[in-house]
C-alpha cells in the first residue's frame, strides 16, 4: 500500500469506528425507524386448556373461539388488513419532511497566462457545507429552507478577503391560489389509504364470517357423525335382539333353518352401518382439529374429542321477514365496503377535475449573506502607508447572515395554464364510470342479501317442519315396530316383517337426527345472512385502527 493509501486508512479507521460506536448508542426511537415492524407468527394457543383426564372437550363456542385464534386461513386473512394499514404509513410520504446537508473540500492549481490572474500559479482552496430542510404541508404550502457557508483562499494578490468566509440562509413558502389549492392531489393517496383499510377490513370481517360458518356447519356435521353411531347401533342392537330369538326359535325347532339368514344378513347390514359410522365420525374429527390446530401438535393429534353439544334444540321465533332484511341490509360489510368505494371515486374525481384548472402560486422568498475573513492591506492611492483592516470570523458573518444586513427578499406570482389535460379528462372519466359500476356493485349485493335472508328464513321454516315431521314418523316408527315384534311373537307375521319395521325405525331416527342438524345449520346460515352470528357468539373481530 502507498503512502496516500495508507494515510486515507489511517482516517476512515477512526471514522468506522466512531460510526459503530454512535449505532451502538442511538436511542431506541431512533433506531427502531430503521426496522420493519415485527409482525410474528402465533404459535397453536388455546387447546391444552380444554384437555381433561386425557380428553379434548368442546362445545360449539369453544370450538369457534379456538378456531379465530388459530385457524391459518383467518390468520392469513388478517395480514390483509396489517397490509392495508401499512399502506397508510407509505401514503403520506409526499409530507415527510427532508434534510439534506453536504460537505465539500476542494483544492485547484491553475498556471496563469496573463499579468491580472495575481500569481502565476493559482492556489485555490474551497471548503463548502450547505444545509436545506423541505417539506409539503398537508395544508398545501410548501416550504423550503436552506444555509450554506463556504471558505475560501488563494494565493491571488488581488483578493480583498484571503481567506474569506461566506454564509447565506434562505427561505421560500409557495401557496397554491388555485390548482392544488385544497392539496387534494397530494393528499388523496393518504385519504384513499386510510379508506382502503376501512374497505380491507370489512371484506376481512366478511371472509372470517364465512370461514366462521362454515366451521360451525362442520361442527354439527360432526355432531350429527357421532350422533349416527347411536343410531346404528340402536338398529344394531334391534337386529342383534331379533337374530337371538330366531336362533333360539331355530333351537326349538320353531324356526324353519333357512329362516335364520335372513336375520343374520340383517345383523351383518347393522353392523357394517354402525363401522361405517363410526369412521365417519373419526374422520370429521380429524377434521375439527385441523380448523383449531390441534393436529399441529403431537398431544392433541389423536387424542379422543368430546363433543359436548346436542343437536336436540327448541325452535326459536324469527324477526318478521322485512325487518330482517332490513338489518342485513344496514350491517353487512359487503355492502359497508361497496359503500366505501364509492367515496373512493368521489375523490378521484375531485383530484381529476382539479387538475384540469389552471395553476396559479404565490411564493414568498427571502434571506440573508454574509462576509468574513482576514482583510490584506489597502495600498493608498495618495502614497500613505497600508493600513491592515480587522480580521473578522464566521461568527460576524452568521451576525451578518441572521441579522439580515444584507437581505434579499421578494415574492413571485406565477400561472401555468392547461390548454388540455387528457389525462385529467381520462381519470375524471374512470372515476365517474367506476362510481357508477359501484353503484350497481351495491345494488347487486342489496338483491343478494335481500335472497339470503328470505332464503335462509325459508329453510328454517322447512327444517322446523321436517323436525315435527320426524318426531311424528318417529313415534309411528317405534308403535310399528313395537306391534310387529309382539304379532311376530303370536305367530301373526314373519321375521322379515320385524326385520323391515326396525329398518324403517332406523331410517326415521336418522331422518330426525338430520332434521335437528339441519335446523343448527340453517339457523347458522340465517344468522350469517342478518350478520348477528359473531355477535350472538360474543365473538369480536378486532381491526388495526386508522391512523
Not at 268 to 285: D, G, P, S, T
Not at 436 to 458: M, W
Request: charged residues 20%; glycine residues 6%.
Amino acid at each position: 500500500m502507498n503512502k496516500c493509501g495508507r494515510g486515507v486508512m489511517r482516517v476512515l479507521a477512526p471514522l468506522a469506528a466512531a460510526c459503530s460506536l454512535a449505532a451502538a448508542t442511538l436511542p431506541d426511537f431512533i433506531t427502531e425507524r430503521f426496522r420493519g415492524p415485527n409482525v410474528q407468527v402465533h404459535e397453536v394457543e388455546g387447546v391444552e386448556q380444554h384437555v381433561q383426564g386425557g380428553k379434548l372437550y368442546l362445545n360449539v363456542k369453544d370450538f369457534l373461539a379456538l378456531l379465530l385464534k388459530n385457524n391459518t386461513e383467518i390468520n392469513i386473512a388478517r395480514l390483509d388488513v396489517l397490509s392495508a394499514a401499512d399502506a397508510i404509513v407509505g401514503a403520506k410520504a409526499p409530507f415527510d419532511p427532508v434534510v439534506t446537508a453536504s460537505f465539500n473540500s476542494t483544492r485547484s492549481i491553475t498556471p496563469q497566462f496573463t499579468q491580472i490572474g495575481g500569481a502565476a500559479d493559482i492556489n485555490f482552496l474551497s471548503e463548502t457545507t450547505t444545509m436545506n430542510y423541505q417539506q409539503l404541508l398537508e395544508s398545501g404550502q410548501t416550504i423550503n429552507a436552506g444555509f450554506s457557508g463556504s471558505r475560501a483562499s488563494s494565493n491571488s494578490e488581488f483578493n480583498f478577503f484571503n481567506p474569506y468566509i461566506s454564509t447565506f440562509t434562505n427561505f421560500e413558502v409557495t401557496q397554491p391560489l388555485w390548482q392544488g389549492r385544497a392539496n387534494l392531489e397530494a393528499k388523496a393517496p393518504l385519504m384513499i389509504a386510510r379508506t382502503e383499510l376501512l374497505i380491507q377490513s370489512d371484506q376481512t370481517e366478511a371472509q372470517i364470517a364465512d370461514l366462521v360458518a362454515a366451521a360451525a356447519r362442520q361442527y354439527w356435521d360432526a355432531v350429527q357423525a357421532r350422533d349416527n353411531i347411536k343410531v346404528q347401533q340402536q338398529a344394531y342392537d334391534l337386529a342383534q335382539k331379533q337374530y337371538e330369538r330366531d336362533k333360539l326359535s331355530l333351537e326349538l325347532g320353531a324356526l324353519p333353518s333357512l329362516d335364520i339368514f335372513q336375520s343374520q344378513s340383517q345383523l351383518a347390514q347393522r353392523k357394517v352401518a354402525v363401522i361405517q359410522a363410526q369412521f365417519a365420525y373419526r374422520e370429521a374429527l380429524d377434521g375439527l382439529r385441523r380448523l383449531i390446530g390441534a393436529d399441529l401438535n403431537p398431544d392433541t393429534r389423536n387424542m379422543e374429542m368430546v363433543l359436548e353439544d346436542d343437536p336436540v334444540a327448541e325452535v326459536a321465533p324469527l324477526a318478521p321477514t322485512e325487518e330482517a332484511i332490513s338489518a342485513a341490509l344496514q350491517k353487512r360489510p359487503e355492502l359497508s365496503a361497496v359503500r366505501r368505494h364509492q367515496g373512493v371515486n368521489d375523490l378521484n374525481a375531485r383530484v381529476a377535475r382539479d387538475l384540469m384548472v389552471p395553476q396559479v402560486n404565490l411564493s414568498a422568498f427571502g434571506g440573508g449573506n454574509g462576509l468574513a475573513g482576514n482583510q490584506i492591506p489597502v495600498v493608498s492611492t495618495l502614497g500613505a502607508a497600508p493600513t491592515m483592516l480587522a480580521s473578522t470570523g464566521l461568527g460576524d458573518a452568521l451576525h451578518q447572515t441572521f441579522a439580515f444586513q444584507s437581505p434579499t427578499y421578494g415574492f413571485q406570482l406565477s400561472l401555468t395554464l392547461p390548454v388540455r389535460n387528457s389525462s385529467a379528462a381520462q381519470g375524471l372519466a374512470d372515476a365517474l364510470v367506476s362510481r357508477a359500476r359501484d353503484r350497481y356493485t351495491e345494488r347487486q349485493l342489496e338483491q343478494q342479501v335481500i335472497q339470503d335472508v328470505k332464503l335462509a328464513t325459508s329453510e328454517i321454516q322447512s327444517s322446523a317442519a321436517q323436525i315435527e315431521a320426524a318426531k311424528t314418523a318417529r313415534d309411528l316408527a317405534q308403535k310399528n315396530v313395537e306391534a310387529e315384534q309382539q304379532k311376530y311373537e303370536l305367530g301373526g307375521v314373519t321375521a322379515f316383517e320385524v326385520l323391515d319395521a326396525q329398518a324403517r325405525l332406523a331410517t326415521v331416527e336418522s331422518s330426525l337426527l338430520d332434521a335437528y342438524v339441519g335446523y343448527r345449520k340453517t339457523l347458522i346460515s340465517y344468522q350469517r345472512a342478518v350478520w348477528t352470528l359473531l355477535d350472538g357468539m360474543g365473538i369480536i373481530v378486532e381491526t388495526p385502527q386508522v391512523r
